[in-house]
């Protein structure tokens, strides 16, 4: 675990370079949108309900969200979604994660069934962990070949993955 925090926080400034020059470059409207977010859902409501102190308040809270917690989980999620050692395929090198803890803070809109997402990127996100279910059911390939983890620094594993 701590190999891995650590080479998390020599890269992660490179990343979010990265990442934002990508954005901007690609569509500075839509990069910029969770600005504007912030203004509708965070700005106007603090500041109708607490004043400006609040308002100011709710912008800083959200922006140290946006510009740290949200980056570092970004990372984490797309750094543990391939395993390209040992693997010879696309399948064989993708992991999906499964736990718990990633389901629900890393990977909310399902991506951590991420092989199935490059099987079918087409599905929409509210419906990847039905079909990771129903593949675990009905292709008994897949369900042996899958490769997958439980948790944010446990070793990928192969074979049944059900989701509970």
């Known amino acids: 675990m701590g190999a891995f925090a650590e080479a998390l926080l020599v890269r992660l ?41 609040a308002a100011a308040a709710g912008a800083a809270l959200w922006g140290v969200g946006f510009s740290l917690a949200l980056p570092v989980l970004r990372f984490i999620a797309e750094s543990s979604e391939h395993l390209y050692s040992e693997a010879t395929t696309v399948f064989d090198a993708t992991v999906s994660n499964l736990g718990m803890l990633q389901r629900g803070l890393i990977h909310p809109h399902n991506d951590g ?45 192969r074979g049944d993955a059900r989701l509970t």
């Open 113 to 157: 069934c991420h092989t199935v997402h490059h099987m079918w990127p087409g599905v929409p996100y509210h419906r990847l962990a039905w079909l990771h279910r129903r593949l675990m059911r009905d292709d008994s390939e897949y369900a042996a070949r899958l490769c997958w983890r439980s948790g944010v620094f446990v070793t990928p594993a």
């Open 13 to 53: 400034p490179a990343y979010q370079r990265t990442w934002w020059r990508d954005s901007l470059q690609a569509s500075p409207v839509i990069a910029l949108l969770p600005l504007a977010w912030c203004a509708a859902f965070v700005l106007a409501p603090a500041r109708a309900l607490g004043g400006p102190l």
